[in-house]
């Protein structure tokens, strides 16, 4: 199998004022396709910088990323903005959505800036993969923390991405909705080959997944495979 | 994003916050109201002193003094067939300066002494009485025709015609009064007491050039229909051989048109400093754009963020945040249109200080206005939209 992520020798400084903020000191990291994996560590570890490279919205001071085979790092805006909208699906802990539009105008907000053919309906279908079919007019507000977590999962598939990244989805949701959460993206991974990468501090919600790979002080510690992967049992409606 | 998607995010954004736009598009639409309702009065003005001066008739010749004289001769050697075969008729008029009295009532009035030529040559018809006549002229008499103002100063309503009056002590009996032409490049028209030429020079004034000769200060020149520009050569030549010039000329021939046209560049310099005067409400409404556009994305970081994530480009982001500019713009300059139109129909004969305001609106005023207002919103529009574009995804979606 091919590597969709890899990552060798990646580093990342901040720099406040005078000072160096180091935050991610060589990390080196291989995700195969079909692959679904958690990252796990301490908060301040690292963990949502180093999503956030992968996902093209940041860029690394200094190492390498290879995105299906191909040097990341040094593109400019337009191309790392097209991979955005093309290739990554990026789920927030705080969904992120739009609160002035409704559910499914939100989900077509991902659409406005590439593939717009049919818009509307794949918009509709990728709710309704989501158990959302029905909402599609509500605003954000009037959906649980759940709801809206999962209009942020439509709006990163719907690009039919080749992989979904994910930075603490469960991290504000109650137990049941997060086994919903989980549920979807397992089923994603499983049915449809969809890589999935999330972040998350709950090694139960990690044990969900087939790999963890822990953090610490920016460098990776550890990356076990998980041996018996629960199964989410949050039965959303298809 | 498509021009429509465009668009169409910018009204919704735009709709968003109603009292916000309205107080945006207030400062355009005053702007463009302004610049409309003064340029309209610019037009209104230039075409009512383009028209008074036609009223005079468009086949007039003007001949001045520069720095020597113009003689009676010089205006009788004017008309002739064989030197001269496009001059119809000339009208010199001697004018003096002096007081017109009626009892006791003072008016002032410009005198001039002209002959029976002038009604046809300027174009005036009596109101009522008579004309100058050729025996008066031939036998000096003191009569006068009066301009419109000048008798209602001197009367109001009454008709003067057959009355007395004194022009510098001396008495005149008023046989006319001359039909109203309002303000000219000459001065007020109705303001006038005309007397016979030969009256003006023998009673009034007495100017005689070293040679003794009888000195005019305008000649009126009619000709022969639309032949202007040969009359003007003609009365060149004419005049150069009579005052034997060898290098500048000692007079000025003007035709009708070129005194229209300099007043015409007058006005419309007027008209232009108008605009520009109003441009600066514009501008003011301009810089009201790009506060509010700068506050706007401010308050959107988040969603610029979220925008950048999902896959905008830096371009998306600055098309969006300049067609919101832009349609703020052009609205209110739609707005401002209206209003502006509104405005000067209103203004349209209004009475100000005496005189009526004459507006002309058209619609190249009208594209004008909205065409600097959309440009204004483009200028005033990139600095806040290239802030936005140049936000950091991670930094604007971490922003509350
Ligand atoms: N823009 C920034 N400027 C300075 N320091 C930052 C910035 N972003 C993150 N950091 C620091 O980097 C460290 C790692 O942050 P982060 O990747 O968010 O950790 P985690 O997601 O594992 O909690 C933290 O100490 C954080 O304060
Ligand atoms: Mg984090």
């Known amino acids: ?238 | 994003m498509t021009p429509f998607a465009l668009i169409g995010t910018a009204w919704s954004s735009i709709g968003g916050n109603r009292l916000r736009t309205g107080l945006t598009l207030l400062g355009i639409i005053i702007g463009v109201a302004a610049v409309i309702a003064l340029m309209s009065i610019g037009r209104g003005a230039q075409e009512d002193i383009t028209n008074r001066i036609e009223s005079l008739g468009s086949n007039l010749l003007y001949v001045r003094p520069l720095d020597g004289d113009l003689t009676l001769d010089d205006a009788l050697a004017l008309v002739d067939p064989v030197f001269a075969p496009s001059i119809v008729s000339v009208a010199p008029e001697v004018s003096t300066g002096g007081s017109v009295t009626y009892r006791i009532t003072d008016a002032f009035a410009q005198i001039a002494g002209v002959t029976p030529e002038f009604a046809e040559v300027r174009n005036f018809e009596v109101a009522s009485g008579e004309f100058i006549s050729p025996a008066h002229v031939q036998n000096r008499k003191n009569v006068a025709v009066l301009g419109s103002q000048t008798a209602e100063d001197l009367f109001g309503e009454r008709d003067p015609v057959g009355v007395d009056i004194a022009i510098s002590g001396l008495r005149f009996a008023v046989i006319g009064v001359l039909e109203s032409k309002g303000a000219t490049a000459f001065g007020n028209e109705d303001s006038r007491v005309l007397v016979p030429l030969t009256t003006a020079f023998y009673r009034l004034s007495g100017e005689r050039t070293s040679e003794g000769d009888i000195t005019v200060s305008l000649i009126n020149v009619q000709a022969d229909g639309e032949r202007i520009d040969e009359a003007q050569q003609e009365a060149e030549t004419v005049l150069r051989l009579r005052h034997e010039i060898t290098d500048a000329d000692d007079f000025t021939v003007d035709t009708q048109q070129s005194v229209i046209d300099a007043l015409s560049e007058a006005t419309g310099t007027l008209t232009v400093f108008l605009g520009a005067v109003a441009g600066i409400s514009l501008v003011v409404g301009g810089i009201g754009i790009m506060n509010i556009m700068l506050v706007s994305v401010t308050e959107r970081t988040r969603e610029i963020g979220i925008r950048k994530a999902l896959g905008a480009k830096r371009r998306d982001i600055l098309a969006q945040f300049v067609t919101e500019a832009v349609l703020l713009s052009i609205g209110g300059g739609l707005l401002g249109v209206g209003v502006g139109v509104v405005a000067s129909r209103v203004l349209d004969g209004f009475s100000l200080a005496g005189s009526q305001l004459i507006t002309v609106f058209s619609g190249d005023i009208a594209a004008l206005a909205l065409v600097v207002s959309a440009a204004i919103g483009l200028f005033f529009g990139i600095y806040p939209a290239a802030r936005a574009a140049q936000l950091h995804p991670i930094e604007a979606l971490r922003h509350e």
């Open chain 1, 1 to 238: 199998m091919a590597g969709v992520i890899e990552v060798t020798d990646l580093r990342k400084t901040y720099r406040l004022g005078a000072i160096d903020v180091p935050v991610l000191n060589g990390v080196s990291l291989a995700v195969e396709h079909g692959e679904m994996v958690s990252i796990m560590g301490p908060s301040g570890s690292g963990k949502s910088t180093l999503m956030n490279i992968i996902g093209c919205l940041d860029a690394p001071t200094s190492g390498s990323y290879l995105l299906e085979g191909e040097e990341v790092s040094r593109w400019g805006d337009a191309r790392l903005a097209a991979t955005r909208n093309s290739k990554i699906g990026f789920v927030f802990q705080t969904y992120n959505l739009l609160p002035r539009l409704s559910a499914l105008a939100n989900v077509e907000l991902a659409l406005q800036y590439g593939d717009r053919r049919n818009a509307r309906a794949r918009s509709l279908q990728a709710l309704e993969s989501v158990g959302l079919g029905h909402r599609y007019k509500h605003r954000p507000l009037e959906l649980s923390g759940g709801e809206q977590q999962r209009v942020a999962i439509a709006r990163a598939l719907v690009k039919g991405p080749a992989i979904m990244l994910a930075d603490e989805p469960t991290g504000a949701l109650d137990t049941r909705s997060s086994a919903e959460i989980m549920a979807i993206l397992q089923r994603l991974n499983r049915d449809e080959g969809l890589t999935v990468a999330l972040v998350t501090h709950e090694a139960d919600v990690a044990r969900h997944t087939r790999r963890i790979v822990s953090l610490r002080d920016g460098l990776v510690v550890g990356d076990e495979p998980v041996p018996e992967p629960l199964q989410a049992a949050g039965g959303v409606p298809v």
